[in-house]
């Protein structure tokens, strides 16, 4: 391997960038070393070489950090300003870019600040679920920029025989646990194998992240950003986009954080991905659990101080149970919360998504949202009346049951949120589940008139365009006989919530 003491001794004078006497903070990983000073941060590659990264030449390395600009300035430009060379000059002095002899390469990075980091933000419980909404809405966006690759990315069997290795190599209890754990991989794999074709043909493989953890997402400028993006290696990057999802929502779950990943994955489906791909996130969330528990183990075995080491094993060990609880099947149930505007369905319905297996929960298909997709537009657009005659309606409703059908087939639970005044339209929600074979509860929410009128005068940047006027005309329909079980909204949502789990716990 190439002898890179000169750079790093280079990298980490003040000098070198023309602040003499300037502190450099260095930050060392397996693969690079980073140098912060000032605004700036400079990312050398190591001479190393492993099965998946191979840095052992300057060459190789000025193309991985040529590559490393081109990928993350996809989604973090702001941060990812240049790739800048180490040169030796004739009088024998360092220096960056300029005449004489390359000794090495660099990526040059606008330093941000660290509390932003999203780990740190989980650390510290201070993610919300508004700020896990737009970093849904800031990875579908990215994902439908990226072009699909046609060739033979998104090999899931190759990910698991590669994981199963790992898992040997760790010895241990994680050795004891590969053969029947890769066993349930390859099962699942079966089933799924048709339609993870089928959504490779359909353009749902591409260049993705890679190692989209909370770890590579921070705030910059106020703005949920990724960075960090996988560019060493095609098989680790070239992935089904939910793969690339399933990092960042097995990274919320692990952290006991179930409800903001709820949160993302439905916010995620809402922009555009269909019911049927929930079939395929109780293993890629399994073999994104198992990545990390090999990754823990490996470093615990690198560690010199025994308390780190301990701490390492232990999170191996865990992320290792975790691989396997995601994959455990559980029967999915529908559920239907129905009411007037304002009566607090969409609530009910997101604090109960996380309530639901496998993990990161329920499926919440809410008619508001899908009305806004029908047209085009994101949940928070405002439309005009046309978008809610007779005919608008049934396309909508049309839509919310060919979902759940589809979601109750790939094994999720399906919680709907929709008004249902229309008898038919609750009839229709039954019948769904009866045909899935599967069990169903309808809630009907009653508030005072006053309620509903202050909550929809308080309402802001929601995907419901429902306001006073929506629900005078609302309470002025019929809407027949109601069988769902009716529960009183018009007090505290906890209790409303406690309520309805109550019933569900009762089956």
Known sequence: MDDQTAVLEFLGEGASYGRPGARVERIDTHASALFLIGDRVYKLKRAVAFSYLDYSTVALRERACRAELALNRRTAPMLYLAVRAVMRGADGRLGFDGAGETLDWVVEMRRFDAAGLFDRLAEERRLTPRLMRDTADVIAAFHAAVEPERGTGGGTAAVIAGIEDELNRAGGEFAAAAPELARDWRTALGGLAPLLAQRQRDGKVRRCHGDLHLGNICLVDGRPTLFDAVEFSDAIAVIDVLYDLAFLLMDLVHRALTPLAAVVVNRYFDRGESAAGLAVLPLFLSLRAAIRAHVSASAAGQQADAEAASRLRAAAQRYLDLAQTLLRPAPPRLIAIGGLSGTGKSTLAQALAPDFLPAPGARVLRSDVLRKALSGVAPETRLPSDAYTPAANERVYSRLF?????????????????????????????????????????FWLDAAPSALASRLDARRDDASDADRAVAERQLALDPGPLSWRRIDAGG????????????????
């Open 402 to 442: 060919s979902e759940a059908s589809a979601g109750l087939a790939a094994g999720a639970s399906i919680i709907l949120d929709a008004v249902f005044l229309a008898p038919k339209e609750r009839a229709a929600a039954s019948e769904i589940a009866a045909a899935a074979g599967t069990p169903f509860i309808g």
């Open 492 to 507: 505290d949502a906890q209790r409303t919530l406690a309520a309805v789990r109550q019933i569900i716990a009762r089956g």
